[in-house]
């Protein structure tokens, strides 16, 4: 695994920031850290790249303790912390050039290692520019330039395209995308078309605890982090016995002659068989019974309220 997290518990005083999370990221996954303001997300990020400790458990980048070989690490991992920090009197080269020598990079490999960022990062154009005449969408570029810089096996983005019109969205979305073909990323975003887009999977944090952790396809079609089926009866009747049977997590009734149907995911065959034998045996007529999708935002919101 190229990031591995071990039940990390962090407090802040007596306030429990994150509470014994644990989780993995392979090679050439991209991750969507989703959670709302205060869950832990950042958090979680600063403690893989070394910038926190936890009070308890452990990160490991590329089977390496952070804690332990914190440098070490450091040479691993790329980070664009949600506030870009960048020096705006420095020029584009300048700058990048700076944050090589930082990561010991030889003088005589810079000047090929920043054009070849700046074409991968789109600065062609602004090049010659100071980064504080730049755009906040370029200066985000900046950011993702130098993250990448030394080359790092994993890259961490906390909130990357926050303040970016749609047309710049898109542009380091798309940069994002092409970037984890080959490397591991994990972004946090409250935009959820962004962790459609380009996020492999989704772990959801809320009060410090994980409450997910899917394929994004997958928690696509979950209601609660689990899977789900829309049943619909011919009239309305008592439908306590779905609850009853084996697999079945949860019912949820939307109309009278309408529910929703949550069950362990490896299970789905036997409880639609057995809701169908068990309708007919009780005489209820089922018209519907589909595997339904909802949108990664009622996910969340079911998941975070």
Request: glycine letters at 8%; a neutral charge.
């Amino acid at each position: 695994m190229s990031v591995l997290v071990e039940n990390l518990t962090k407090m802040y005083g007596s306030q429990l920031a994150l509470d014994n999370v644990s989780f993995s990221v392979a090679n050439g996954e991209i991750l969507g850290l989703l959670g709302p303001n205060g869950a832990g997300k950042s958090t979680t990020m600063k403690i893989i790249t070394g910038f926190l400790l936890a009070n308890s458990g452990k990160a490991e980048v590329c089977g390496i303790d952070v804690v332990k070989e914190p440098l070490l690490t450091k040479k691993k991992i790329g980070y664009l912390p949600e506030h870009n920090p960048l020096y705006l009197d420095m020029y584009i080269r300048e700058f990048l050039d700076f944050t090589a020598g930082i990561y010991g990079i030889p003088s005589s490999k810079r000047t090929a290692r920043i054009e070849e960022l700046i074409e991968l990062t789109g600065l062609t154009a602004e090049r010659k520019k100071k980064i504080g005449q730049l755009s906040k969408g370029y200066r985000q570029r900046v950011g993702l330039a130098q993250a990448l810089i030394h080359d790092p096996e994993v890259l961490i983005l906390d909130e990357p395209t926050t303040g970016l019109d749609p047309n710049q969205i898109v542009e380091i979305r798309n940069l994002i995308s092409n970037i984890g073909k080959s490397k591991t990323v994990i972004l946090s975003t409250h935009i959820m078309q962004e962790v459609t887009a380009i996020c492999n999977r989704v772990v959801i944090i809320n009060r410090g605890k994980i409450v997910a952790d899917k394929p994004t396809k997958e928690l696509s079609q979950t209601l609660f982090g689990e899977p789900v089926l829309r049943v619909q009866f011919k009239e309305n009747y008592d439908h306590k016995w779905i609850q009853m049977l084996d697999g079945v997590q949860s019912v949820k009734k939307v109309k009278d002659n309408e529910l929703f149907v949550t069950f362990r995911a490896e299970m789905e065959e036997e409880v639609r068989e057995r809701i169908f034998t068990d309708a007919a045996g009780k005489k209820q007529i089922i018209r519907e019974i589909e595997k339904i999708e909802t949108s990664l935002e009622e996910v969340f919101q079911n998941l975070t309220r």
